[in-house]
């Protein structure tokens, strides 16, 4: 017998950012992911509106993956009201917490300098953290009321999963962000081959990336180049994925000989303490990964790395001579330690700062990308005299046409009937939607914020 489930896209559609979809019987309410909306700011004002829903209503929240954007209003749901259950893969919690609370500082400052209630606190975190269960990839969760919960590999962070909900003996997928596989040391992505709905991402939906064996032959040139001439390369860097990436292509790169060896910094506490996971937290990781961990390599560590996670420790950075590389936070400049090294190290021709991810509009690592001669740091100007490159091919998200092809593969069994695409700009959106109709021939839609669908389950 059919019955109908609603879904409902209170965030994360006509943008990337705020990912809060609902899943709802009669009896149920299941809400997946719980983001924050970003723009220019890292709290911007949508984040502080109630929820469109009654989060004591809610039963389950389930995660895919611990990016901002798919986690950032979880201790706010909570501070709300919620007190049912989260989901998510092992790796997903623990990440989360680490970036919940490194969160809560710009929770309370942004708060503080515009004078209103922080959105959450401390103790919201704490009782998140204790709601939240964690399940295995390829484990058959009941979670209630008919519905049972399925996590396959999204290949996209460590721990990020397509979430395939179960309720009626039919499926729909929620594929979070899926990965630009193949990837260094995550699996691929796993297909998604039997479900009737696919509510999926479109970041990319309208373009393609640089090729990935590219980039690491861009990496090794930059890092000649710059060691060549004697100066310091500075790469802003997301702690969360970017930075692991990074290392360990490094690693390759300085134990292969590939590199001369010069000292590598990484100078990030937040990055220090998500590469702590990523090191505990390797069942996971490709079989190829795995033949070199077994071999004895510790992957995200070599020789020349120093990891300096106090303060004292990265102020002595500024008084090692020579070549040599320094990774940090914030991955945009819009904060953290690498302002400290771009003040010291941008007015030196023979110096080169690296962009190897999303800048947004509005950040410094955007306005100096953009090519100005001269910027504001911590208070004093600072002229720009450092080389500039830019390497596109790190982007942890599918090209417009492996997003098609997930789409064919989900298609092959004939029983998907629509696609929702979410999760990215409008224009990558409607871009995608187009594609999928056009060359797949399979209902595709771009939901407006707020609007609902009644599903045949
Ligand atoms: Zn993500």
Request: with cysteine.
């Amino acid at each position: 017998m059919g019955k109908s489930l609603k879904l409902t896209f209170y965030g994360g559609t006509q943008s990337v950012t705020g990912a809060n979809f609902m899943l709802e019987s009669s009896d149920k309410k299941i809400l997946i992911d719980c983001g924050l909306h970003q723009g220019s700011k890292f709290y911007e004002d949508k984040n502080y509106l109630k929820f469109a829903y009654n989060p004591s209503e809610v039963s389950t929240l389930l995660v895919t993956h611990s990016h901002a954007d798919h986690i950032g209003r979880i201790p706010k749901l909570v501070h709300d009201g919620f007190n049912g259950e989260i989901y998510s893969t092992i790796e997903t919690k623990e990440i989360a917490q680490i970036m919940l609370n490194d969160a809560i500082k710009f929770v309370l400052k942004e708060a503080r300098e515009e004078n209103r209630k922080p959105i959450y606190n401390e103790g919201d975190i704490v009782k998140t953290i204790s709601l939240w269960k964690s399940v295995s990839y390829h484990q058959d969760l009941d979670i209630g009321d008919g519905f049972s919960a399925y996590f396959k590999d999204a290949g996209h962070i460590l721990g990020s999963a397509i979430i395939e909900v179960k309720y009626n003996n039919q499926k729909i997928a929620f594929t979070g962000d899926l990965g630009n596989s193949p990837a260094p040391f995550l699996k691929d992505t796993e297909p998604v081959t039997d479900a009737k709905y696919l509510l999926m991402e479109s970041v990319y939906g309208d373009r393609n990336h640089e090729d990935v064996e590219l980039r690491k032959e861009k990496l090794k040139d930059v890092i000649e180049k710059t060691i060549n001439r004697g100066g310091t390369l500075l790469i802003p860097a997301f702690s969360l994925s970017r930075t692991q990436i990074l290392l360990y292509e490094l690693n390759d790169l300085v134990e292969n000989k590939k590199i001369p060896e010069v000292p590598i910094f990484l100078d990030s506490p937040l990055a220090i303490k998500v590469t702590e996971i990523y090191k505990k937290r390797q069942k996971n990781f490709k079989d190829e990964a795995k033949d070199l961990i077994r071999s004895g390599d510790k992957i995200f560590d070599f020789s020349g790395l120093k990891v300096t996670e106090s303060s004292k420790e990265s102020e002595k950075i500024h008084y090692v001579e020579g070549p040599k590389i320094i990774i940090a936070g914030a991955g945009m400049s819009d904060g953290g330690r690498i302002l400290r090294h771009e003040k010291k190290y941008l007015p030196d021709p023979k110096n080169m700062l690296l962009f190897i991810n999303y800048h947004s509009p509005g950040s410094l690592g955007r306005i100096i990308q953009d090519g100005v001669k001269e910027v504001e740091i911590n208070g004093s100007k600072v002229s720009i005299k450092a080389g500039l490159q830019t390497i596109t091919g790190y982007s942890g998200h599918r090209g417009s046409d492996e997003l098609l092809e997930f789409v064919e593969e989900a298609g092959r069994s004939k029983r998907l009937e629509k696609v929702f695409v979410a999760m990215g700009e409008p224009k990558s959106s409607i871009f995608l939607v187009q594609r999928i109709k056009d060359y797949l021939n399979i209902d595709a839609i771009s939901p407006e914020v707020g609007e609902q669908f009644e599903l045949d389950f």
